[in-house]
């Protein structure tokens, strides 16, 4: 008969020179929290300029990893506080500020439209897609 609690420090033993944890894929990634607000366009309601706050420990597997590869492709802790402005002329444009923190670090930007980035698009998207799914609540 094999010894049980030989078979779990084998196990255990094991885990451990492979480097895992036991945690899920999830909890390896950068936990963010992020606050993301939009103002202004054509229909602007004051209502929906209350900041939506995204944590990324809430969020499925697929979508936290989603989200850190977005604010790693658009290298969002090196952009500058300001993007962005509107064409001479322009009206009811948007402007959002995004802030995230994650491993210390605390960086806010605000953009304003048209943005032309496509990393930086494809973040606002996902943020964007998140906020609805909020508000939808």
Known sequence: MI???????GLAGLLLLSGSTGKSAQ?????MHIEFKTEGGIAHFPGLTKPIIIDSRQL???EAAE??????AAR????????????PG???YYRYTIT?????????VQITEPMTDPKLRELLGFLK?????????
């Open 90 to 92: 322009a009206a009811d």
């Open 27 to 31: 909890d390896r990634e950068v936990a």
């Open 76 to 87: 969002f802790f090196a952009l500058p506080a300001q993007m962005g402005k509107p064409a």
């Open 129 to 137: 897609a998140q906020a609805k799914a909020q508000r939808a609540h």
């Open 60 to 62: 499925s597997e697929s």
């Open 67 to 72: 989200l850190n590869r977005c604010v790693e």
């Open 3 to 9: 010894n049980r609690r030989l078979i779990k420090a």
């Open 100 to 108: 995230i923190e994650a491993n210390g670090q605390r960086h806010t």
